[in-house]
C-alpha cells in the first residue's frame, strides 16, 4: 500500500490534502541527487515517505498517517488504523477522508465496515455547524438524487441538487478538468424518497448538496434527470425523451423543454439558411 507511480509528465503524483482546486502538498520538496522522476529518485522517495508514515503513527497524527498515502489508498490507510483512532476524533477523520475520495465504489467493503466504527454519540462530529443546521431544516423525508454510470448505480453519495445530479450523469472530471461525456457513456439519474434516519451525514463542503447515506443504495429513474440527461445526446434524442416523459413531468418542466427545442429548431433553421 502507498506504492507510488509515475505520471507521463515525469513527476510524482505526491498526496495532497485536497481532492478538489488547487491540492496542497503535505510533503516539503523531495531533497536528492537523482534526477526527479528517475527509478533512484522515486526510492528516495518511497523511503521517506515511509518514515514519515511511520513517525505520524507513533506519535498518534492520524490524520497525517491517512494522507500521507495516495489518494487511492487512503480507505486502506484508515482502516489499519480504525481500532487506535479515538473514538471521538473517528468521524471527522472519516469525513475528510470521505471528501477527499474520488471513487466511493471501488472501496464499499471498507467502507461499510468503517462505519460500522462510528459510534452513535459521536456522529454529530461527521458534520460541520452549517451543515447541521441546513440538514436540521430538512423534513423528516425528502427526495434525494444521484448521477451514476451503469457500473455504479448503487451508492452512498447522492444530492439534494437534481441538476448536480445530471452533472454527474453527463459529465467526468479528470485530475479536476471536468469535460462532458460522449452520447454512449451518458449515465442515468436515479431518485428516491428517504428518512432522515437513514443519512449518516450531510455535507455542502464541494458545492454538492451531499447527502452520504448509511448504506449503498439504488433508486428509480428520475423522469426529469433522464430528459435533461437526453439533451446532452442532442435534439432528437430530446424530443424523444419529452414525449416518453411527458406525462410524468411538472407543467413548468414541460413547458422549459419545449422552449428549449423551440429555440433548438430555429437556431438550425437559421444555420441551414447561412449555408445556402
Excluded at 478538489?20 to 531533497?31: C, E, L, N, Y
Excluded at 436540521?136 to 448521477?147: E, H, Q, T, V
Excluded at 457500473?151 to 448536480?164: I, K, Y
Amino acid at each position: 500500500m502507498g506504492s507510488f507511480n509515475v505520471r507521463r509528465s515525469g513527476m510524482l503524483d505526491l498526496p495532497t490534502r485536497i481532492s478538489f482546486g488547487i491540492g496542497r502538498s503535505i510533503v516539503p520538496p523531495i531533497k536528492s541527487q537523482a534526477a526527479v522522476g528517475s527509478p533512484e529518485w522515486i526510492a528516495d522517495t518511497e523511503r521517506r515517505m515511509r518514515r514519515m508514515r511511520s513517525h505520524a503513527r507513533r506519535s498518534g497524527n492520524w490524520s497525517r498517517f491517512v494522507f500521507l498515502h495516495m489518494r487511492e489508498d487512503r480507505w486502506s490507510a484508515l482502516a489499519q488504523v480504525s481500532s487506535l483512532v479515538p473514538a471521538a476524533g473517528f468521524p471527522s477523520l472519516f469525513r475528510k477522508v470521505w471528501l477527499d475520495s474520488k471513487v466511493i465504489w471501488r472501496e464499499r467493503s471498507i467502507v461499510r465496515k468503517l462505519i460500522s466504527c462510528i459510534r452513535p454519540e459521536f456522529q454529530g462530529s461527521l458534520f460541520t455547524k452549517a451543515d447541521r443546521e441546513r440538514f436540521d431544516a430538512l423534513p423528516d423525508k425528502f427526495s434525494i438524487y444521484r448521477g451514476a454510470k451503469e457500473w455504479n448505480v448503487s451508492g452512498m453519495a447522492w444530492t439534494l441538487d437534481l441538476q448536480r445530479a445530471i452533472y454527474f450523469a453527463t459529465h467526468h472530471d479528470d485530475e479536476s478538468m471536468a469535460c462532458s461525456l460522449p452520447p454512449y457513456m451518458i449515465g442515468v439519474v436515479l431518485e428516491r424518497v428517504i428518512h432522515k434516519k437513514t443519512v449518516l451525514f450531510y455535507s455542502n463542503d464541494r458545492g454538492e448538496e451531499e447527502i452520504v447515506l448509511k448504506r449503498f443504495e439504488k433508486g428509480a429513474l428520475s423522469p426529469e434527470g433522464t430528459l435533461w440527461c437526453a439533451e446532452h445526446r442532442g435534439r432528437e434524442a430530446f424530443a424523444a425523451e419529452l414525449d416518453k416523459q411527458r406525462d410524468r413531468l411538472t407543467a413548468q418542466t414541460v413547458s422549459a423543454a419545449t422552449e428549449l427545442l423551440s429555440a433548438w429548431r430555429l437556431l438550425e433553421a437559421h444555420t441551414r439558411e447561412a449555408l445556402i
